[in-house]
């Protein structure tokens, strides 16, 4: 049972959602990651008005990086769409990298990261801040900087310069853990498949109940019922 995540990635890919506010270094990220340039840059906000999606293979996990539309109040009605879509595709990644400045004031980046966390539902989702362009300040500010900013268990942080691309192995290091690739050399079977997800799920249930069952020193022909059920799934 607990293979099924991994397989499912296997299978499917991982879908990372690029976040941040305008200029921030998302699009340039994205180069730095693919390693050419898929994505416009400019030092005009709002450069990116869709989002832009491009996979790579890591370690042999497909990951799929989605450049999206950067998040402000704005009046412009083609990019507030793209911010929209911004929104759904937090709810569609597996992993989420919120970029900030290294140089940005500590209290914004915490408002900032507790409002996408707002937007991340499901528990299941991993949260990646990112401090971007820390080739402009010292290590100091930045050691500083990652001490003030609270993070929670599902979680880390990593200072990056997506334009010098220092640090992207790093980043990129940072994934394949959260993904936890070094457990498909340990697992001898791994589940991909919703179907036997299920019926290990309910086989599962009907085991524990038996369990449970021996230990209450319930009667046998109770007992009988749930290892059927556990031999049917």
């Given amino acids: 049972l607990s293979s099924f995540q991994l397989g499912n990635v296997l299978k499917n890919g991982v ?16 180069n730095a990651i693919l390693d050419e340039e898929r994505a416009i840059v400019s030092d005009i906000e709002g450069t990116t008005r869709d989002a832009i999606e491009d996979t790579i293979n890591l370690e042999g996990i497909n990951f799929r990086f989605i450049d999206t539309a950067g998040i402000r109040e704005t009046a412009d009605t083609i990019e507030n769409l793209g911010i929209r879509k911004t929104y759904q595709k937090i709810d569609q990644a597996s992993i989420v990298l919120f970029l900030a400045e290294a140089s940005d004031d500590p209290e914004i980046i915490q408002k900032s990261l507790e409002a996408i966390r707002k937007q991340m539902s499901d528990g299941e989702k991993k949260l990646v801040m990112v401090l971007n362009k820390s080739d ?3 290590e100091g500010q930045i050691q500083k900087l990652e001490k003030i900013i609270t993070l929670q268990d599902n979680e880390h942080i990593i200072s990056i310069s ?72």
Avoid at 15 to 30: D, E, M, Q, Y
């Fill in 15 to 30: 879908p990372v959602a690029i976040i941040g506010r305008p200029n921030v270094g998302k699009s340039t990220l994205l």
């Fill in 136 to 138: 402009r300040v010292s």
């Fill in 162 to 233: 997506a334009e010098k691309k220092e640090n992207i192995s790093g980043l990129t290091t940072l994934l394949l853990d959260i993904v936890n690739v070094g457990s498909i050399k340990h697992q001898d079977v791994l589940i991909s498949n919703i179907r036997h997800y299920n019926a290990l799920k309910s086989a599962a249930e009907s085991l524990n109940r038996v369990s449970e069952g021996l230990a209450s020193a319930l009667p046998s022909d109770l007992l009988a019922q749930d290892i059927r059920e556990a031999l049917h799934y």
